[in-house]
Structure formats: C-alpha cells, structure tokens
C-alpha cells in the first residue's frame, strides 16, 4: 500500500532550514525561517520566561489535562493583551478565546470551524501571503482566492486596489488579514487604512480573521492592535489567530489561540461549543506548559513589565537590522535601491530578489532565502552582515 508512495516536496521554508543544516560552509546564512536572532546569533529564552517558568516548577502540583478551550488565566489575558485591559468586549461577552497549538494550530482550528459551521466560503489571502496559508485552509476543505496586496513599483501597499478587490468579494466570504508585521512583505496597514477596511468588510458582511503573529514586533503591544481595534469596532462577527511564538520566545511550546467575537454573547457561546467540538476532533486539548507561563508573565506586574522590555528590545534589534543592511549594502556599491527595507516592520522584507539571485545566493555562498525573495530580517546579526551584503552585491552585479 505505502510502497506506492511518491515523496512530498519538501516545505518551502522548513525543507530551506533542513537543507541549510546539511550545508558545510561555515559562513553560511538562514534567512529562511522566522525565528528571532540575538547579536550573537542565537535564540534566547527570555528572562521573564526563565522566572515564570522558576515559579510553575515551584508551585506545580499536578499534570491533569487541561479543558478543551485550553488554559483559563491564559484565555482571558490574551483577549486583555489583543484589545487591551478596559475594552468593552471583555466585558460584554461577546468575546471568547480558545487556546490552540500555535498560530497555525489557531488558524486551523478557525478553518475547520467554519468549514463544518459556516458551509462553503471561499477564504481570500492577500497576494503574497505566507506560504502555509493555503495549505491550512484548503486542508479543511475550503476554496481560497487572493486580493491585492503588494505594489512592486512602490515597494508599498496596493491599497485602492486592495479596497476595490474587497467591494467585489460575495457576501459571506472570510478574508485573511495580517494584523501587523504582514508576511512575507513586511507592509502593514495604516490606522486610516485599517478603518476602510473595516467598513468595507462590515458592508459587504464578509468574515474577517487576522493573522496576529507578531503583536509587540512593529510599533508596540497597543499600536500594533490598532487593526484589531478598527475591526472590532465595525464587524460584528471577527476571528483572531494568535500567536506567542515570536513575542515570547516560544517556539518549541506551540503556543497560541482562536479568540472569536460575535454579534451578541449568546451567540459567541454557541459559536465556542463548535470550536470546542472541533478541538476534540483535532487534539481533543491543548499543551499546558506555555500557556501557563504566558498567563505567569501577563498577570504578574513585575514579569509582565519585564516581558515588554525584552519584547520592545527585539523589536529595536530587528529595526537596527534593517537599517545596517540597507547601510551596508550601499558601502558594498549596490546601486539598487533597497532603502525600503528600513521602512518595513517585524521580522521578514521582500526584498525584490529574483528566483535566480535567490539560487544564485545559496549555490555560490550558502545564504539560504525563501524562493519568492522574502528574507528574515531576524536572521541578521552584526557578525554576518558584511558577508551577507558581500553575497548580494556579487549576486546582484553578475
């Protein structure tokens, strides 16, 4: 039966790092996968994790599941941290979050629900978007279909086109927004921007989810939920995959959560008792280990106070990445205007690399890119930035 089997291609970003692993050169760079770097080029565990997890290992006394909507303390600080302690929708009911395995783990979660609730709707990703998307939402059956994102001649948004796409979409249809940081473009929304958007979508009665990845990345904590707040404001139904993979370090311990809004609180529980159901289809409950220090940190002041120092010095490294790059490569002579890689925000740029530069990068000096030419700005440590820069100029001038 299985002898009959033809291998799977490989992921487009975590075959690049299994690829970069079995490379011997040892310069060689990933720009591939999205993890955070530190100067030294490592990931760390942050040091208020480090003091969360000190004080579970103290006080825990069991390993009982958790419920099937996952970790209490952690649901309700993530709907704090998304809209902030005194918004009216913590207290009105109509909001209820899930805990999930991740981001991804949320996201599909939030398509096999309304594939089994809402029926056939075609799921629409911004043009590009990243890689996993369609593969998350077509594996629960659902069709996707793209709008206009990207505007290659300015480097920016293709907003009117973006807001015209959005007024031809069918009523009922879900729309998949980056909540901040867009992957793999590194182009968000203004809060102007954020605002049409919202009305359009609420017009038009389509269902959006944000891909909220990398809350505290680009601007801070609040400012990077203005979208989150705009959309609140104007759709009555909404859905939220988040994720603490980057904002907390924690990678390994798939941490995340579906949080939904409904028009009134009646309908939000209802709406969980299906999430729920799909959950127990899925893996009936979520890991407790990173959920409980995420809700250590974000209840305890002094941790929590600690967590948004490290979060905004991340978030400052990365901004310097960028702007060493783009300074590095005009001292290497490269003619081609890059300095848009210093106006983008969070950890990836599509930096205009072609397929062949991208080839090219890895063949002749083991810096390792996405084939679209997104690359990890994370990736970039003061150390390997002259090899880098060096790796582009001499792409870019043959």
């Not at 203004?190 to 990845?213: G, K, M, S, T």
């Not at 009555?236 to 980057?246: I, N």
């Not at 941790?303 to 990445?321: H, P, Y």
């Amino acid at each position: 039966m299985f002898h009959s089997l033809v291998a799977a291609p490989p992921d487009p970003i975590l075959g690049l790092t299994e690829a970069f692993k079995k490379d011997p050169n040892p310069n060689k760079i990933n720009l591939g996968v999205g993890v955070y770097k530190d100067a030294q080029g490592r990931t760390p565990v942050l040091a208020s994790v480090k003091r969360a997890e000190e004080k579970l290992l103290r006080a825990e006394q069991t390993k009982n599941y958790l419920p099937i909507e996952g970790h209490t303390e952690f649901d309700a600080a993530t709907l704090a941290l998304l809209f902030g302690a005194n918004h009216p929708l913590l207290h009105s009911g109509r909001a209820v979050t899930a805990q999930a395995p991740g981001g991804t783990g949320a996201l599909r979660v939030a398509a096999d629900f309304i594939a089994s609730t809402l029926g056939a709707r075609t799921v629409w990703l911004s043009d590009p978007t990243w890689p996993n998307h369609p593969n998350v939402f077509q594996a629960a059956g659902l069709k996707i279909a793209t709008y206009p994102y990207f505007d290659k001649s300015s480097n920016g948004v293709a907003f009117e086109a973006m807001l015209a796409a959005f007024g031809n979409i069918p009523e009922g249809d879900v729309v998949v927004l980056h909540g901040c940081c867009h992957n793999p473009t590194g182009i968000d929304l203004n809060r102007a921007q954020w605002r049409a958007v919202a009305e359009v979508v609420a017009e038009r009665a389509l269902l959006p989810i944000v891909d909220f990845a990398y809350q505290g990345f680009a601007e801070g904590l609040e400012a990077d939920a203005a979208g989150l707040t705009e959309l609140a404001e104007h759709c009555s139904d909404l859905l939220v995959a988040s994720s603490y993979s980057k904002n907390f370090g924690l990678y390994n311990e798939r941490v995340g959560a579906l949080t939904l809004i409904a028009a009134k609180a009646d309908a939000a529980d209802t709406a969980l008792s299906h999430i729920k159901r799909v959950i127990r289809a899925n893996y009936s409950n979520p890991p407790a280990h990173g959920a409980a220090v995420v809700a250590t940190v974000l209840n305890d002041p002094e941790l929590r106070a600690q967590w948004e120092v490290e979060v905004g010095e991340m978030r400052d490294r990365i901004n310097l990445m960028r702007h060493l790059f783009v300074e590095t490569l005009q001292e290497k002579g490269v003619m081609q205007d890059f300095s848009f890689i210093a106006r983008q925000r969070g950890m990836f740029s599509f930096s205009g690399l072609t397929p062949e530069q991208v080839k090219a990068l890895r063949e002749r000096h083991a810096v390792y890119v996405v084939g679209s030419g997104r690359i990890s700005v994370a990736g970039m440590t003061e150390a390997n930035m002259d090899y880098l820069c060096h790796a582009i100029a001499d792409v870019l001038a043959k």
